[in-house]
């Protein structure tokens, strides 16, 4: 499993980005993901995953694309490093690769019965979600391997671009900041008196006070107690 360096650079200091191996890591609705390596001028290189889109992209939705990068950045959200780059003329997305082989080793959030710890992580990723404007919503979050901290980590921004989703006011973020909440309801192992400390948690992690007042008008209406 290799991650791409911290010092990750602009795509004008790509000395060369290429595929390596046909047999794709996965595909989704907005494009498929193959290995590869990049390497930047003046460095080494080293393994990346590369997201080929299914219908090419414009330098405006690629500058979108990046724009939703930057600002998951500033709010600290927790994410894989990742970036837009251009393979042979076309935009692509480069990012953090977890596999072995050609099998990626990444898992959809809570597959497994969730613990303390990773819903902590889950709840403050989708709180900084919403402190950068966007909606905690879509397979946007995944579930790395042990080995990586945090193990929640923003993979895929395809439903946080605004080519997605628009631009939304706070009602709307609200909205969708309750919803991400119940993800794990589901789970017996977790007492009320739990689940009400997860909902204060999650509700200290936003900062617009009136994103945090609605979400909290809709889960005291499902039973929770502050």
Same mark, same amino acid.
């Given at each position: 499993?290799?991650?791409?360096? *911290? ?24 494009? @498929? ?33 990046? @724009? ?5 950045? *500033? ?10 780059? *251009? ?19 990444? @898992? ?25 404007? *966007? ?25 946080? @671009? ?65």
């Amino acid at each position: 499993m290799v991650a791409i360096r *911290k010092d990750l650079k602009g795509p004008e200091e790509v000395e060369w980005l290429k595929i390596t191996h046909s047999k794709a890591l996965g595909s989704g609705e907005f494009g @498929t993901v193959f290995p590869g390596k990049i390497k930047f001028i003046g460095g080494k290189s080293f393994k990346v995953a590369i997201k080929v889109f299914h219908g090419p992209l414009s330098d405006s939705h690629a500058h979108k694309y990046q @724009t939703t990068i930057d600002d998951l950045r *500033k709010a600290d959200v927790p994410m894989v490093r990742m970036g837009m780059y *251009k393979l042979k003329d076309r935009w692509v997305q480069v990012f953090d690769k977890y596999s072995r082989g050609n099998k990626s080793v990444i @898992t959809p959030v809570f597959q497994s019965l969730p613990s303390v710890p990773l819903i902590k992580q889950y709840l403050i990723a989708c709180a900084r979600i919403v402190n950068a404007g *966007k909606p905690p919503i879509g397979d946007a979050l995944s579930e790395l391997p042990p080995r990586i901290s945090p193990r929640i980590k923003v993979r895929d921004i395809d439903s946080l @671009t605004p080519m997605a989703t628009g631009r939304m006011d706070e009602f709307e973020l609200a909205h969708h900041a309750y919803l991400a909440f119940p993800v794990f309801q589901s789970s017996d192992n977790l007492s009320q008196s739990q689940m009400n400390d997860f909902v204060n948690f999650y509700l200290g992690q936003i900062k617009s006070d009136l994103i945090r007042s609605e979400v909290k008008k809709r889960l005291e209406r499902k039973g929770f107690t502050f």
